[in-house]
């Protein structure tokens, strides 16, 4: 059921849905989410069921405001703070140590928990009306089966799920992909899946170096090796490689994508040639939905131009190099 997230009558139902433990899909400014209420952890096993997730695999749990993610919090640090001042609401989300007794299911039984602030004005609608009925938080992993593509229009949800989830129509979502991860509950800030935000930016706001993914790192949402899929095969390649393999006479007859920056359709004949945008937050954008789209299409393969190995790459590079592996 497709409803318009701009009537408060609409958002009134599907907070209504949350309440009663039932899920519900919605817009964010990153992805659409499936979400659930997270203070029900029968309500929560209904979207790992849902998606084919593992259980094991954490959600991210939705807030309105950070005085709504304390009470998920064991503590808050001074650095988890600080970046959300700076970035929330917005595409962040951050994880701390988890208040025992709280969100267990969403948080896959880990001693910690990851919260995030949208800032879709739908989002916050519906999170607001849900809080109004008791609804502490919600646990929200993209909208679509697990490893697939993550939708970002809410007819990728209906196409996912069938017309029997309320899913609250808030138009493309501006982000594009998954919201930036940063692990603040070891005592130092720690990256765990790129995004729009780029680490000078995150540096910035935490006023300390923000680490890399180590090993004692906490499991989070996204970041297995093999993620965000297409139903064709993804081959990652440079674009001198990409330009030879489109040179070779006699192709595979196989139906051929490619969606390139800096390889001209010119070099492709016959083949389903799609541009990617050559700045990092429009590639972003439309990373999602081209894929999607090439589906859709029919293509059996996708050749994707490696992005540059630059900072605000880095959200686009990981989900392309976590699709390439599945």
């Not at 749990?61 to 001074?78: I, K, L, S, Y």
């Not at 389903?272 to 059996?300: C, I, K, W, Y």
Request: charged share 20%; glycine share 8%.
């Amino acid at each position: 059921m497709l409803l318009d997230g701009c009537d408060e009558n609409a958002v009134a139902q599907a907070a209504d849905r949350l309440a009663a433990g039932e899920l519900v899909g919605f817009p964010t400014e990153t992805v659409y989410g499936l979400g659930a209420r997270a203070d029900d952890d029968a309500a929560v096993a209904k979207v790992f069921a849902a998606k084919g997730r593992p259980v094991d695999h954490p959600l991210i749990v939705h807030v309105t405001d950070a005085a709504a993610a304390r009470p998920f919090a064991a503590e808050w640090p001074a650095v988890a703070q600080r970046l959300c001042a700076a970035f929330w609401p917005g595409p962040l989300t951050v994880i701390v140590l988890r208040r025992p007794g709280m969100a267990a299911a969403s948080a896959a039984g880990q001693d910690s928990i990851g919260l995030r602030c949208p800032a879709h004005p739908v989002a916050q609608a519906l999170l607001r009306a849900a809080a109004q009925r008791g609804v502490a938080g919600v646990a929200a992993p993209s909208a679509n089966r697990f490893g697939r593509i993550s939708p970002t229009q809410a007819l990728h949800v209906v196409e996912e799920f069938g017309d029997a989830l309320l899913v609250l129509e808030g138009g493309a979502c501006e982000g594009g992909i998954e919201s930036t991860i940063v692990d603040c509950s070891r005592g130092r800030p720690v990256l765990l899946r790129p995004g729009v935000l780029t680490l000078a930016q995150l540096e910035a706001a935490a006023g300390e170096p923000v680490h890399a993914r180590d090993a004692a790192a906490p499991r989070a949402s996204g970041t297995l090796e093999a993620h965000y899929a297409p139903r064709a095969k993804l081959r990652l390649m440079t674009s001198d490689a990409l330009r030879a393999a489109l040179q070779v006479p006699g192709r595979p007859p196989l139906k051929l994508a490619v969606y390139s920056r800096t390889v001209p359709k010119s070099a492709a004949p016959g083949v389903n040639h799609r541009v990617m945008p050559m700045q990092a937050v429009q590639a972003a954008n439309e990373l999602f939905s081209t894929l999607r789209e090439l589906d859709a299409e029919g293509a059996h393969l996708i050749w994707v131009e490696e992005p540059p190995a630059t900072p605000e790459w880095a959200g686009v590079r990981d989900r392309l190099q976590r699709a390439a592996a599945s």
